[in-house]
Every structure is written in C-alpha cells, then in structure tokens.
C-alpha cells in the first residue's frame, strides 16, 4: 500500500502571506522575459533587426480610482497555447532551466502575492493566434480550478509580446516604495544593461545603471584600485571584482552576488560577509569596499532574492573572497592623506543639528525641567538606582565584559525589565574595580536614534561617562566635573587612535 501527496487548491491562495518584496515580484516578469530572449535568440534578434528595436520590458503602476492596475509587457519571444498551459501549472520546471526560470513558481508567486485577479495576454513570434487567460485566485481557492482562454485568431505572424495584468492588490506601490522599486531593479539587471541586450521602463521612466568605476580610488600610478578575482570552492567557481570608494559611502558598499548574471543581493542592500566587514562597524572598511561576485555553481532561493547555501557553503565562500582580496583590505582601512575623514557630519548636517538643539534648549518644556528644585535625598536614590539594577544584575548575562587592566566593564542592554520613566542609564562606579552600566532600551530617547552607528555612539557616551567617573574617583577624593570630562575626552578618542596605528602599522611593514 503507498499514499500519493496531494496539494490542494487554496495552497494558490497562500502565496500573498510569502514574505516577498515588491522588486522581487516584479523581478519574475523581468527574468522571464529576458530567458525568453536568451532561449530564443537568433529569431528574436531577426525579427528586432527587421523592427528596429530590442528587448523591451515595461512595468506600468496605474491607479485607476480604487482599483489600481499593474501592468507588464515584453516584446520577447511570447507564447504559445501549449507553452502558455505550460507556464500556469505550477511548480513545473520550464523545457530550459538552466537559466534564470528554473522552478515554475516566479509569474504564479508572484502574480498572486500582488493580487487576487490576474490575466495574461500573448502571441508567439510565428504564430497567429493571441491567447489571454484570466485567472481569479478567490474562485480557484473555493476550488473553481477551470481557467477559460480567449482565443484571437489570424494574427500577424511577425508580432510578438506577452501582457500581463494585475489587479485586486493585496498592497499598495506608494511613496518610498516606488523608489527603491526603482533602485533595485537597475541594480539586479545591470549585467543586461552593460550587454545592451535589455531596455527596462517602470512608468516610462529608463531604468540606468551607473557603475563605480569613476567614483573608485586611483593609486599614484593613476590605476584604479580595483581587482578582478576567481576562485574555487569544492570544484565550483566563484568570481567578480573588488574595489575602494575613493570617498566613503557606507550606503554604496557591500558586495552584488549574482547568479545567471542577475543581481539576486546586491546594492542598495548589498552582502557584507560579517569575516570581512565585521559586525555593524562603521569604520573605514566598510565606507570603501565593495564589489560583485558571480555564483553560477549554487543554487537560489526560490524567490530569487539570496543564495541558497547549504552546509558550510557560505562560509567557504566567504573565506575564499577574504583570501582574493586580501591586498585590497588594508589598503580600505588606511586613511587617505589628501582627504579628511569623510564619516564626519556634512556643514548641513551640522546646521540642523544645531537648530534642532536650540528648540530643545528654549523649549517651554525645558524650562520647566530646570525649574525642578526639589530632589530625592542621596540615600533615596541610590535605594531606587540599586532596586533597577539587582534584578538585572542577577538575571541577565552582561552583553559586554570588558577587562581593561585592572578594570572590568559590564554592560547591560536591557529591552525589557525597565520601562520609559525609568533612568537612560544605571551606573555602578565603587571603590572596587569594576564599573556596571545598565543601559535602558524603553527610554524615549532610544526611539529618536536611527542607525546603528548612532546607537554605538550612544552606548559610547553611556559607557565612557561611568569610566571616566571610575577614573576620577581613584584619582581625587572628591569628583570634579572637569576631570570627569577630560577623562572621557580621552576615551572617546580611542576609535580614532586604534585606526591611526593600524594604518601606521601597515605602511611601515610596506602593506600600501
């Protein structure tokens, strides 16, 4: 006796909760139309010489009231009825998978997860028939699985495209949306636009690539500091280019890893391997490097939107770009003689924080805390600091444990087990050597900080505050403001110090 699997109608319906991004959507169509090309391209590049054209992919966003449409239409090879009765099963691979169409899930995950009702209009170069197809997830969910096609017939035989159209959104396109739509996809198909074999519209708008090459550092030789690399892992080929940022964009850094020669993670949210870029550091490293890396012999996701590692594939990977570019490495973290540091603030932004500073200061809110003239006795608050502290301190693993000479720093980040009235930061300094910081996550002043470098200068002055206190008490009975904040001058100045003598480090052992 042997069971079968079976696969229900509504499964269909359980692709708009698949945790999706819109540029990955939309990708589908793109990558579909361009593998049409690329599996027939000897007719197609016949017919566009005769046309005078290209391939051509338009992604349309219409509102139209309260029932907007998309709309997607190529000009590549189109469809058949057979190829099209292919094309809806799902999760049937196409003839050629090889390529960027390789499970038979993109056009339907796709199409269902923007929206419940959808059709698809085509005709095959050669053919004169036009079929359209309309498909209305709510019906198959109910399990109405019959999809009725439309039939044109004597059609020309030299016309070609495939249209698609989606409506009864499951979510809006607006706003920032729209833009990082924009952002993505001139980024995943920038190895088609380099080739001249894709022109790409979203709302006639021409999605351009700009490359890096002109804003990249030159040695004295005036050659790019930029390194084409490829190497092995276990019998599979990787490949790609490394470069330096001449003036640092941590935004634009990362690698693009590619696949099938599509961008599937890559700016603006490219790869940053943690052996190489470490983990959330802001330093120089990081504002410089980037790259592309080619991965043909692995395998994608089925969205397409990250390289399916298997076993420790990630981490081989990972060290082998380490050891191609090592060269390149150091020469990221050296800073530059003929340019300041460039992660300091710009004029504007120093401008608007000085304004924004000078409200806070004259605010009416303001004045009413330093008309406070009442405080709790010493002995009060340091029973109220010590009852917040305990339960941490006997519940929780410190997040850093620190060992500086003789001193030992515990620091607590606490999501939890405090709340919004409670202080932004709980310190403990005695005679001892140890110094205890808890830091409160739920105090209304963490929700304004955006970034993590701005939340690591945060748990800096948190920090340092409580040692350079420690400092003083072991040097000066009494603590004097001054001191205090000469101290902390000092600590916050290591950063800074560790790359100086890193980058001094490396020019004297000739590594530049």
């Known amino acids: 006796m042997s069971m079968h699997i079976e696969i229900g109608l509504n499964a269909i319906a359980s692709y708009r909760r ?158 920032r949306t729209i833009s990082k739509i924009k952002d993505y996809l001139r980024s995943m198909y920038r190895m088609d636009f380099r080739a001249k074999s894709l022109r790409l519209f979203y709302n006639d708008e021409e999605m351009i690539w700009e490359e890096f090459d002109s804003k990249l550092r030159r040695n004295k030789a005036g050659e790019l500091y930029k390194r084409e690399f490829i190497f092995d892992v276990g019998g599979r080929t990787a490949y790609g280019w490394a470069g330096i940022l001449d003036v640092g964009a941590r935004a634009d850094t990362g690698f693009s890893m590619l696949h099938s020669d599509r961008v599937v993670k890559g700016w603006p949210d490219a790869w940053r391997p943690e052996g190489i870029y470490g983990h959330n550091r802001n330093d120089l490293l990081n504002q410089r490097l980037l790259g592309e890396i080619h991965l043909e012999d692995f395998d994608v996701t089925h969205t397409k939107d990250m390289i399916q590692w298997y076993g420790d594939e990630e981490d081989l990977v990972e060290k082998g770009l380490k050891d191609a570019i090592a060269d390149l490495l150091p020469i990221a973290r050296t800073p530059w003689k003929d340019q300041e540091d460039e992660r300091g603030p710009t004029d504007g932004e120093v401008d608007l924080a000085i304004s924004g500073l000078r409200d806070e200061l004259t605010s009416p809110e303001m004045i009413d805390k330093i008309s406070i003239t009442v405080l709790p006795p010493e002995e009060a608050l340091i029973a109220s600091l010590a009852r917040i502290a305990e339960p941490v301190k006997a519940g929780r693993t410190p997040d850093i444990q620190a060992k500086i000479g003789d001193l030992e720093v515990w620091v607590y980040v606490v999501p939890t087990d405090v709340g919004p009235f409670d202080p932004y930061v709980v310190c403990e300094t005695g005679a001892n050597s140890k110094v205890i910081v808890i830091i409160n996550m739920q105090h209304p002043h963490v929700s304004q900080i955006s970034g993590e470098q701005a939340l690591m200068n945060y748990f800096r002055h948190c920090v340092y505050d409580a040692v350079a206190e420690w400092q003083a008490q072991k040097v000066r009975s009494t603590l004097d403001s001054n001191t205090i904040k000469m101290l902390k001058d000092g600590l916050l100045r290591v950063s800074l110090l560790m790359e100086q003598h890193a980058a001094s480090s490396r020019e004297k052992h000739g590594a530049i």
Request: glycine residues 6%; hydrophobic residues 30%; charged residues 25%.
């Open 18 to 175: 698949m945790s999706y991004e819109i540029w990955y959507a939309l990708a589908e169509y793109v990558d579909n139309s361009t593998q049409s090309y690329a599996n027939n391209k000897a007719d197609l590049d016949a017919a566009y010489t005769r046309e005078g054209e290209g391939l051509e992919v338009r992604i349309t966003y219409e509102r139209q009231g309260s029932d907007p449409v998309l709309r997607i239409v190529d000009n590549a090879m189109g469809m058949n009825y057979q190829d099209l009765e292919h094309a809806l099963k799902v999760a049937y691979p196409p003839a050629i998978s090889t390529g960027r169409c390789r499970y038979g899930m993109g056009m339907k995950t796709s199409s269902c997860w923007i929206g419940n009702r959808w059709s698809v209009t085509t005709k095959k170069l050669g053919d004169t028939n036009e079929y359209t197809v309309e498909i209305n997830v709510r019906k198959i969910e109910n399990g109405n699985s019959e999809l009725v096609t439309k039939t044109i017939a004597n059609q020309p035989a030299d016309t070609h495209y495939t249209r698609i159209e989606i409506r009864d959104h499951n979510r809006e396109f607006k706003g």
